[in-house]
Structure formats: structure tokens, C-alpha cells
């Protein structure tokens, strides 16, 4: 991994964890941010038409749907406070740096009574593209 992704990657997880955001991509001096839960806030910054190849990002929870947004966004290395092996998988096949601070199996919902809705989404997805349209309709089937 190059010095500046490096650099970007360990600042972004720095954000993190100081500013109380939920995620955060850094690149050089840009840097966006959230506080939103979800992967609402990744859709959103793929919506807004900014170009993050190259970034890295730092989250708090990332799954593969998480994963799969962060690859379609063409991110080069990623670290999550708490990562599914799922979302491993899809960085190693993208070929996206990746670190963690816990590894866990699946990533559950909320509520703590089964897995994500949006894991469940895309279960059997593999392709980024396809992940988009998936999780929008199913936010959309949640009213979020």
C-alpha cells in the first residue's frame, strides 16, 4: 500500500473516531463525512456524482453491502470498526486493501434478532452494480 493511502486511510479512521461520524473518505486534503447509520450515507455520496476513486475510507460497521457500495465507488482501502467476512470476500475480489477491528461472521440488524436487512439484500449479489439497485429497493420496501 502506497504512503498516501496510508496516510489517508489512518486519518480517516482518525475522523472516525473523533468526530462522531459513522463513516468517512479521505484522499489527500478532501475528506467527506457522515453521521447517518447505514449504508444510506454511501448511497448518498454515490448519488451525488463525486468521483472517490482512489479514497480511503474508514466506518464503523461494514458488511457487504457496505463492501459492495465501497467497491462500486472505487475506493482503495477501507478500514471498519467491526467487518463481516462477507464484506472481506468482496474487498479481496476488488481487489481493496482492507483492515478491521473486529471480524465477525455476519453483520446483525439493529435490533439484534437476525442479520441486516440490507446483508439479506444482497446475499447472493456479487456484482456492485447490481448492488446498488438491490439496496435501494429495499430501503425503498422499508420506508428509509
Known amino acids: 500500500m502506497s504512503d498516501s493511502i496510508n496516510r489517508d486511510i489512518d486519518e480517516a479512521r482518525a475522523l472516525l473516531s473523533s468526530g462522531g461520524f459513522t463513516c468517512v473518505l479521505k484522499k489527500g486534503k478532501t475528506a467527506f463525512s457522515s453521521r447517518e447509520k447505514g449504508v444510506k450515507p454511501l448511497l448518498d455520496f454515490i448519488d451525488g456524482g463525486d468521483n472517490f476513486s482512489g479514497f480511503s475510507a474508514a466506518d464503523k460497521i461494514v458488511g457487504k453491502a457496505a463492501a459492495l ?73 422499508m420506508g428509509k
Open 69 to 141: 457500495l465501497y467497491a462500486k465507488m472505487g475506493v482503495k482501502a477501507v478500514y471498519g470498526e467491526v467487518m463481516g467476512r462477507a464484506a472481506v470476500s468482496v474487498f479481496e475480489k476488488s481487489a481493496v486493501y482492507y483492515e478491521y477491528g473486529e471480524l465477525t461472521d455476519a453483520v446483525i440488524n439493529r435490533a439484534g434478532t437476525g442479520l441486516c436487512p440490507m446483508e439479506e439484500a444482497v446475499a447472493e449479489i456479487d456484482e456492485p452494480e447490481a448492488a446498488v439497485a438491490t439496496i435501494k429497493s429495499r430501503l425503498a420496501l
